[in-house]
């Protein structure tokens, strides 16, 4: 599991080492740390780190002071190492002795050097970039290695502002910020350097792969197609009959015992899908073991009385698309219901139950609370929160799952594992992994369709599993 802490977690974690440990260790444990990730990143990118240039953009605070150290460190390596000073008045007293001791000098231009380090703001900064460090950012040629967060990036929201720093690596100080899942495309690669701190309780958290392999249901060999999870799909219509073969495809493909559709889209989805039992409506479906409810289904009156009979059941239910749409006006319809219930809208969907504000997580974990559900808020950095408070996140790693339909095979995805038996928040955090990854395998590095999506989850699903065997055979 990646744990992820917010600032005044890590600040809380550091109090105790820094009231104990010498002046000045952490700081260069730190810097020790993100020299070591330097060096190894201009090998891969020169072969080499003798004669090579680095120039550290330094801040005024304890990052210029990790920055600075950290250059100490790389001139001793052989690496020529050179530094602008943000504001020189107030730079870090000690690390800037450590530096023009180890040789490093002190320049006002950036110049051309191989890689550059964003030691300019850390996690106490706010706020965009000023001026003068925006303007240097500007003139940067070289990738980037930014200390502990790009500078210029909430490291709570990952949230910018205005002028901010993107990063090609991001060197994490003894333990990850919300930043490094949130706001991915800022941060790069990220690397963690263990400087000893020990936080507890989480801001949130993010299943691994092997995580994910170890959790998805597989069939034992006293299973059978009830046994397995029998989900019940309610997606698609005259005008988007799509939307239900997609969700249904889904759930058949995410390794459910059993789908039934219930619904006017039964011609299309049997004609892809001959395995799904079909019906006409929800109250001649069967036993289901989850519902999921919503995708182009519409939002007419008729619509509105689906929405109500599924979340008037006993089973988890997971509501989509047009179903949140229909939910928005009644939201009593899912308060004190005593089976799960989860959410999935993307930003504008979620707009209209409350305000989405810059903290992703403060808002999702807030909207669950309130209607007392799980809410998956999709992106590229999809927020996962439980109504006890709980959140997980997953970085998609990409964009490729942006795509008309795509939201319709997630649900299907999620309904399944439900069905299986998969608690809520796991299965809605696994299955976005197991979506995103289709995605990747899919696309190739070109656009992608939701049919294409589909078409490679058993793919994703696949890998997931043997990974999450091959790291723990037994």
């Known amino acids: 599991m990646r744990e992820y802490y917010n600032a005044e977690q890590v600040r809380a974690a550091e109090a105790p080492l820094l009231a104990k440990l010498p002046e000045g260790i952490l700081m260069r444990r730190a810097a020790y740390g ?97 001026p003068v460090a925006a303007a240097l950012f500007d003139r940067v040629q070289a990738p980037i290695v930014s200390a502990d967060l790009p500078s210029g990036v909430d490291p709570d929201t990952g949230s910018v502002d205005g002028p901010a720093v993107t990063a090609a690596v991001t060197v994490a100080f003894g333990a990850l910020k919300p930043v490094h899942v949130l706001a991915p495309d800022r941060c790069g690669r990220v690397e963690l350097v263990d400087i000893g701190l020990t936080p507890v309780a989480p801001q949130c958290t993010a299943f691994t792969d092997v995580e994910v392999g170890r959790l998805w249901p597989v069939p034992g060999p006293a299973d059978d197609k009830y046994s397995q999870g029998v989900v019940g799909v309610v997606a698609g219509s005259g005008r988007y009959p799509g939307a239900g073969v997609l969700c249904t495809g889904a759930a058949v493909t995410a390794t459910s015992g059993l789908v039934r559709y219930a619904g006017p889209g039964s011609a299309p989805v049997l004609a892809r899908y001959p395995e799904v039992v079909a019906t006409a409506g ?139 038996g998969v608690p809520t928040v796991d299965a809605a ?26 078409d490679h989850l058993r793919d994703a699903v696949r890998v997931l599993r043997q990974t999450g065997l091959q790291a723990n055979p037994t």
Request: proline residues 3%; positive net charge; charged residues 20%.
């Open 34 to 130: 993100l020299a070591g990730v330097v060096a190894a990143e201009l090998r891969s990118r020169t072969g080499s780190i003798a004669y090579r240039t680095v120039t550290v953009i330094v801040g005024s605070g304890d990052n210029g002071g990790d920055g600075l150290w950290a250059g100490a460190f790389l001139r001793r390596r052989g690496v020529e190492v050179r530094a602008v000073l943000v504001d020189s008045e107030r730079a870090h007293t000690a690390g800037l002795a450590a530096l023009t001791r180890a040789g490093g000098r002190i320049v006002t231009e950036v110049g051309e050097p191989d890689l550059v380090i964003d030691a300019v703001v850390g996690i106490s900064g706010h706020g965009p970039l000023r």
């Open 282 to 420: 929800v109250e001649t479906a069967g036993r289901v073991q989850a519902w999921v409810v919503g995708p182009g289904m519409g939002t007419d009156a008729r619509a509105g009385r689906i929405l109500a009979s599924v979340l008037s059941s006993d089973v988890p239910v997971v509501v989509d698309a047009d179903g949140l749409t229909l939910l928005a006006k009644s939201p009593e319809l899912v308060r004190g219901r005593t089976a799960p219930t989860l959410l999935t809208p993307h930003a504008g969907e979620f707009a209209r139950f409350a305000p989405l504000g810059v903290d992703r997580i403060a808002s999702t974990r807030s909207l669950a609370a309130k209607l007392g559900v799980t809410v998956l808020l999709k992106g590229r950095s999809t927020v996962i929160a439980g109504d006890g408070g709980r959140v997980m996140v997953n970085d998609a790693r990409g964009s490729w799952a942006s795509t008309a339909g795509s939201g319709d095979v997630l649900s299907g995805t999620i309904g399944a594992l439900l069905a299986g």
């Open 429 to 454: 955090a696994a299955a976005a992994r197991a979506h995103s990854m289709a995605a990747g395998i899919a696309a190739a590095g070109a656009p992608v369709g939701a049919s294409a999506l589909l």
